[in-house]
């Protein structure tokens, strides 16, 4: 089963705004990673949030972690259309290093 | 940064045929990758982890006998999908393991595989 899930499932807004996403798992973490995939393409990586940081920040990317409600948020500023993209949340499981994705929120944003 | 390549990007085959797709680390030593087939619109879920020099592990529900995996190297991992049916139509993505500096997994490009 999944571990992490992102909400919304699609986002579309204009460039210059800012878009949030959010990411609830199940099971206690050591990390969470974010990650971005442009259709049809592979995934890069974005920024890895340990379970003792509460936010972390990389650019125009903002990422929080909540570990007593398990749940996360990335935050893009000032949006671009280049940021079309998908967005996966991916947690570690059972004790291991592999991550488990989420089913990923489609960012939509119009020029 | 670490870079991960696979090869081909893309192929097509006709039923019954067997692909081979190919995982290298580029500038790094991977002793550990991993092969994720990903649907339209859906999450990526990890087929196996490959190991250098012993048998993968597969995840449950997966065929080994039907996605063999060979790690023959620290740079190199295949996934041969045998005996194609549409039904093995999917986007396939490997990752490798830094396990020597940042033990981060770098994500290969993909692989899309359609099989007519």
């Known amino acids: 089963s999944q571990q992490g899930e992102e909400d919304p499932q699609a986002l579309s807004i204009q460039e210059g705004e800012n878009a949030t996403m959010n990411c609830s798992y199940k099971?206690?973490?050591?990390?969470l990673q974010w990650y971005r995939q442009n259709s049809g393409r592979g995934l890069v990586h974005l920024i890895l949030?340990?379970?003792?940081?509460r936010e972390k920040h990389s650019g125009r990317l903002r990422v929080t972690l909540d570990t007593s409600k398990k749940s996360s948020s990335l935050l893009i500023t000032a949006s671009r259309a280049a940021d079309t993209a998908s967005y996966f949340c991916a947690t570690p499981t059972g004790g291991s290093y592999i991550p488990t994705f989420g089913r990923g929120t489609s960012l939509i944003v119009h020029p | 940064g670490a870079v991960v390549s696979q090869h081909p990007s893309w192929v097509i085959c006709k039923s019954g045929t067997s692909v081979k797709i190919e995982c290298r680390s580029l500038d790094f030593q991977a002793t550990t990758m991993f092969w994720y087939r990903q649907f339209p619109k859906q999450s990526l879920m990890l087929m196996a982890t490959s190991n250098e020099g012993s048998k993968a592990t597969y995840e449950q529900g997966v065929e080994k006998d039907k996605f063999l995996i060979n790690h023959a190297s620290l740079t190199l991992s295949t996934l041969t999908v045998t005996s194609a049916h549409p039904e093995d139509s999917s986007f396939y993505i490997c990752?490798?393991?830094?396990?020597?500096?940042?033990?981060?997994?770098?994500f290969g490009p993909g692989t899309r595989l359609t099989v007519t």
């Open positions: 990752s490798a393991l830094d396990s020597l500096l940042t033990y981060e997994q770098y």
């Open positions: 949030i340990r379970s003792n940081e």
């Open positions: 099971t206690s973490i050591n990390n």
